[in-house]
C-alpha cells in the first residue's frame, strides 16, 4: 500500500494513548492534519493529547469511523477484531501501522533513529537534548516524557528527526535513518522473535536500511552489535568502555552523586562528562549520545554541557519524591539485564542505604522464557517484593500462564534475596507502606502499572 501523505486529509489513531502513537499524533496535528483517535482507557497521556486540542475517545466505537476518515494508522498492540478496525474495513478506508506513518513522516527529513533492547529512550532523549541545545531544532518522538520536551515530542523546522526505532515485530525496518544508534542486542520479544538469530537477523536487515552516506553508531562492547555492523554499508562509528574503538569512556568514578568520565578518541582527550543519573549503563548511552552528536558536526563542549544537565526521562531512574523518610524512584527497566544494572546504579549512588526493590513482571511470556535470569537479578538489593505479572493485552498466550509472581519471588528468595510476593496492587502498595519504614530508597520498576503505585506513595 502507497500512502501520500499530501492527499492526506484527516488521520484517525487507534491506540493513540501509546507513548510512541501519541508523539505521532501530536505531530501529525501541528503539520495540520486533521487529528482523531480513541483508547481502550482514560490516561495521563490520552489528557496531555487532549490539552492539544485533539478529540480522544475512550473506549474503542465503531461509530468514530467515518468516511470523513482518510487515513487509520493503529497501534501494534490493536487486535485485528478491534471494532474501529473491522469498521475501517468495511468503509475500504487504508490501515497503516504506527511504525508505518513514523516511515512516512521522516522519510523527507535526516532521521536520527535509535534502537537496541534497553537504553532506547534515555539515548534518544540525550540526542534529543543536545540537538536543541545546539540549535539544530529537531523534531523529537521519544518513547518517554522528558522535562526539556514538556511531553514526549516536539516539532522542529529543520531536517533533523529524532526518533526511537523499536524492534518489536520488525517495526523498524519501516524506517530508513541517516544516522542510526545500536545501544545493544540481548534477546528480547519471544513472543515474536523465534531464538536469538532471529532477533539479531532483524537488526541486520534494519541496519542495511542506512544509506551508504549514513553513520551506524554501535556499542563497540556488544558482540551482536559488532556483527550487524559487518553488513551495513554506512560508516561505522564505535563506542565502549575500553579497547580500540572510536570513543572511548576512561577514568570513571562517582563522586556527590554524580558519575564523571573522560571520553577519548584515539589519542585526544574530547570531554570530560558529568552525569547527574547513575549507572554503567547511562555511561554507555551517554557513549552513543556523544558519538552520535559528534558525527553530525556538534562541538565537544556543547555535548559535554548538554548532558551535564540531562537530567533523565519519565520513568528513567526518576525521583518522584518521599514516603517519610524513603525515596521514591521509578524506572521503566523490564528486562533482567535493565533490572539489574538499575539496581546496581542505584546502589553506586546509596552505597550506605538500604534499598526495596518493587518490580512488577512485564508480560508472561517475557516472564517464563527470561526466569532464571529475572530471579538472579536483584541480589544488590536489601529486600524485594514481586506482584502479579502485568497482563498485556494482545500479546500473551495461555501456555505461559504456569509462571507467577510468586514462583519469581519464591526463585528470588531461594537465590539469597529477601523476597516475599505482593498479590496484586492494592496489596502490593499495603505491603509496602507496612515495611518501607525500614528502607531509605524505594525503587519501583516495571513497564506495566506498577508506576500508578509510586504516585500514591508520594502523594500520601
Known amino acids: 500500500m502507497v500512502i501520500n501523505l499530501n492527499k492526506v486529509n484527516k488521520v484517525y489513531f487507534i491506540g493513540i494513548g501509546g507513548i510512541g502513537i501519541s508523539a505521532a499524533a501530536g505531530i501529525a496535528h501541528v ?53 474501529e478496525i473491522i469498521r475501517a474495513k468495511e468503509l475500504n478506508i487504508p490501515i497503516i501501522t504506527y511504525p508505518q506513518f513514523l516511515g512516512l513522516l521522516t522519510q523527507d527529513r535526516y532521521g536520527v533513529a535509535v534502537s537496541g533492547t534497553d537504553g532506547k529512550t534515555t539515548t534518544t532523549a540525550m540526542i534529543a537534548q543536545i540537538l536543541i541545545d545546539a540549535a539544530y531544532d529537531p523534531t523529537v518522538v521519544l518513547g518517554s516524557r522528558a522535562r526539556f520536551l514538556e511531553g514526549n515530542w516536539r516539532v522542529g523546522d529543520s531536517k533533523y528527526f529524532v526518533y526511537e526505532s523499536d524492534e518489536y515485530r520488525r517495526a523498524f525496518v519501516s524506517y530508513s535513518p541517516y544516522l542510526a544508534v545500536i545501544t545493544n542486542i540481548n534477546l528480547d520479544h519471544l513472543d515474536y522473535y523465534k531464538d536469538e538469530a532471529d532477533y539479531v537477523s532483524a537488526f541486520a536487515d534494519y541496519a542495511v536500511r542506512i544509506p551508504a552516506e549514513g553513520y551506524l553508531i554501535i556499542n563497540g562492547d556488544d558482540k551482536n552489535c559488532l556483527a550487524v555492523a559487518e553488513k551495513c554499508a554506512a560508516k561505522i562509528v564505535a563506542y565502549a568502555l575500553g579497547g580500540d574503538v572510536d570513543y572511548v569512556a576512561r577514568n570513571i568514578r562517582v563522586q556527590n552523586q554524580k558519575q564523571i568520565f573522560e571520553i577519548w578518541h584515539g589519542d585526544k582527550l574530547e570531554a570530560e562528562i558529568e552525569l547527574l543519573i547513575p549507572g554503567r ?56 539485564d535493565a533490572v539489574q544494572k538499575t539496581i546496581a546504579a542505584a546502589r553506586e549512588f546509596y552505597p550506605q542505604q538500604k534499598i526495596l526493590a518493587v518490580f512488577q513482571p512485564h508480560q508472561y511470556n517475557r516472564t517464563k522464557n527470561f526466569f532464571d535470569q529475572f530471579a538472579a537479578s536483584f541480589s544488590a538489593a536489601d529486600k524485594v517484593i514481586i506482584p502479579d505479572i502485568y497482563y498485556v493485552v494482545g500479546r500473551e498466550n495461555p501456555s505461559d500462564f504456569d509462571v507467577s509472581g510468586e514462583k519469581l519471588a519464591i526463585a528470588i528468595k531461594n537465590n539469597g534475596v529477601d523476597a516475599v510476593y505482593g498479590g496484586d496492587l492494592s496489596e502490593c502498595e499495603i505491603l509496602i507502606k507496612k515495611v518501607v519504614h525500614e528502607f531509605d530508597l524505594v525503587l519501583v520498576l516495571g513497564a506495566g502499572d506498577i508506576y500508578e503505585v509510586a504516585k500514591k506513595l508520594i502523594k500520601d
Not at 482523531?36 to 482514560?42: C, L, N, P, T, Y
Not at 497521556?45 to 492539544?52: A, C, E, K, P, S
Not at 557513549?287 to 558536526?297: C, P
Open 31 to 83: 503539520r495540520h492534519f486533521l487529528v482523531e483517535g480513541s483508547d481502550a482507557a482514560e490516561g495521563e497521556i490520552v489528557n496531555d493529547l487532549r490539552d492539544h486540542g485533539i478529540s480522544v475517545h475512550v473506549p474503542h466505537d465503531a461509530e468514530n469511523i467515518t468516511e470523513k476518515i482518510s487515513l487509520i494508522v493503529r497501534s501494534v498492540a490493536v487486535p485485528d477484531d478491534n471494532p
Open 281 to 336: 549503563h547511562n555511561i554507555y548511552d551517554a557513549l552513543a549520545a556523544f558519538s552520535a552528536a559528534r558525527s553530525l558536526g556538534i562541538d565537544a563542549e556543547q555535548i559535554r554541557k548538554s548532558l551535564a544537565t540531562f537530567k533523565g526521562a519519565w520513568r528513567r531512574f526518576d525521583h518522584l519524591g518521599k514516603y517519610g523518610q524513603a525515596e521514591i524512584i521509578a524506572d521503566y527497566a523490564h528486562t533482567p
